[in-house]
């Protein structure tokens, strides 16, 4: 059983579109929660953390529902520069990270 | 430019050779951390160095040799590598304990192909 699972997609959007991409986890003990970004053959760069009463950064707005173990991400009016990979990311205790697989996301002209 | 510097950041190499990646923060972080990511896998967690000291080994097979000689370098040796090694390996630091949870900051990896 997977850690962190997501939908790897991909999603194909057009510009102006929202999208959203969710992600579950397996540990009821998980502490932090975060959605790093990576572009194509990039290192992963830390987005935004999530935190329980949700939480927002400009377009970007991150939910966290600790009761079903999911985390979700919403990006609204998508920008062409926003076609990446997004990573869920949970924290247990220590200093211990798990990754999704990813989810991919092509904005479209 | 990221406070994480990974070299090299492109590596070919033999089943018979040995060789090391190099990471260094700038960033006065306490922890580092080697990641491997391969193609459609999440990232894999190696090695977790905390004040130097080694707090975790995932089961890494013993031709890969982390070394940690302070808290602001980590390296990791390479040697009688397998072609199922080629991947991109990262590093990341990170300050703990923290108040607030910043997650990691990446290196930009280096890309390893084994042949």
Not at chain 1, 3 to 12: A, M, S, Y
Request: charge should be positive; glycine fraction near 6%.
């Amino acid at each position: 059983r997977k850690e962190v699972e997501q939908d790897p997609g991909p999603f194909n959007v057009p510009e102006g579109a929202t999208v959203a991409f969710n992600c579950t986890y397996s540990n009821s003990a998980s502490q932090s929660f975060f959605w790093y970004r990576q572009d194509c053959r990039k290192e992963p760069k830390l987005l935004m953390s999530v935190y329980s009463s949700g939480n927002e950064d400009g377009r970007f707005t991150a939910q966290l529902n600790r009761a079903s173990q999911y985390i979700s991400l919403l990006i609204r009016d998508s920008k062409l520069s926003d076609s990446a990979t997004y990573l869920c990311v949970v924290r247990y205790t220590g200093n211990q990270f798990y990754f999704g697989t990813g989810t991919s996301l092509t904005v479209i002209p | 430019e990221t406070g994480v510097t990974q070299t090299p950041r492109h590596l070919v190499m033999g089943m018979t050779n040995k060789k090391s990646l190099k990471c260094e923060q700038h960033l006065g972080h306490n922890a580092m951390y080697w990641y491997k990511q391969s193609a459609k896998k999440p990232l894999e967690l190696m090695f977790v160095y905390n004040f130097k000291e080694q707090t975790e080994n995932n089961s890494v097979p013993s031709r890969f040799s982390p070394e940690c000689p302070n808290s602001s370098h980590l390296f990791l040796h390479l040697h009688t590598l397998q072609p199922e090694d080629s991947a991109l390996y990262l590093c990341a630091s990170s300050q703990v304990p923290r108040k607030l949870d910043y997650g990691y900051t990446f290196g930009s990896g280096t890309r390893l192909t084994v042949v």
